[in-house]
């Protein structure tokens, strides 16, 4: 099944999307390389700090038929700083768009 992919800048109504996605990469996909404690502690959200460092720098969102899927974002010197992608959407070209 082909999915459709596309890749707006973020809005802050995307803020718990976002992090939702970040947690299921560290939760679901990232769980098989590091121990319960790493990944407790990696995957803890403050919404709080993330709602002003999601708008702080160009950030992405890619939907696959209009969900929310992944987000990257670049830091002010043009570094990627993070790219996500939800465990549900792995393996289908999400990061690659």
């Known amino acids: ?20 996605i970040y947690q299921s990469a560290i939760r679901d996909v990232a769980s098989q390389d590091y121990d319960p404690v790493q990944i407790a502690g990696w995957s803890a959200v403050d919404r709080d700090d993330w709602e002003p460092w999601r708008l702080r720098c160009p950030t992405w969102i890619a939907e696959v038929d209009e969900v929310p899927a992944g987000f ?10 993070m790219m996500f992608v939800h465990g549900r959407f792995q393996g289908r070209g999400v990061a690659t768009a």
């Open 1 to 20: 099944m082909s999915a459709d992919i596309t890749v707006r800048r973020y809005r802050p109504p995307d803020l718990d999307a976002a992090i939702a």
């Open 72 to 81: 990257s974002d670049l830091e002010p010197d043009g570094h990627l700083d």
